[in-house]
Nanobody
Framework: QVQLQESGPGLVKPSQTLSLTCTVSGGSITTNSYYWSWIRQPPGKGLEWIGYIDDSGSTYYSPSLKSRTSISRDTSKNQFTLQLSSVTPEDTAMYYC????????????????WGPGTQVTVSS
């Protein structure tokens, strides 16, 4: 059973860098065909996909956030991280890490495993 757990500071000051870590258990972040993703949900709004890092370490970011986003990984710890720079109160949200699985013969593509989420507030 794959489990994901977000961790990091719950309060970040404006202009600073938001940094979160996702710790994965029950599966390796280097396993082929999986994409390790970050998603957020501002209060009262919908889910917003931020980006992913794949099994080989390649990254891809939402065009609206790519200039401020960096996703990296530590394979020795089976962790991947999110850094979002120059934050403003607009970045206040519940942040989730999740695993994306490519579709196959029997299943559609999906975010099949999610962490419980962690609240991050940007405020001075």
């Amino acid at each position: 059973q794959v489990q994901l757990q977000e961790s990091g500071p719950g309060l970040v000051k404006p202009s600073q860098t938001l940094s979160l870590t996702c710790t994965v258990s029950g599966g390796s972040i280097t396993t082929n065909s999986y994409y390790w993703s970050w998603i957020r949900q501002p209060p009262g709004k919908g889910l917003e996909w931020i980006g992913y890092i794949d099994d080989s370490g390649s990254t891809y970011y939402s065009p609206s956030l790519k200039s401020r986003t960096s996703i990296s990984r530590d394979t020795s710890k089976n962790q991947f991280t999110l850094q979002l720079s120059s934050v403003t109160p607009e970045d206040t949200a519940m942040y989730y890490c999740a695993r994306f699985r490519d579709g196959n013969r029997w299943y559609p593509p999906a975010m099949d495993y999610w962490g419980p989420g962690t609240q991050v507030t940007v405020s001075s």
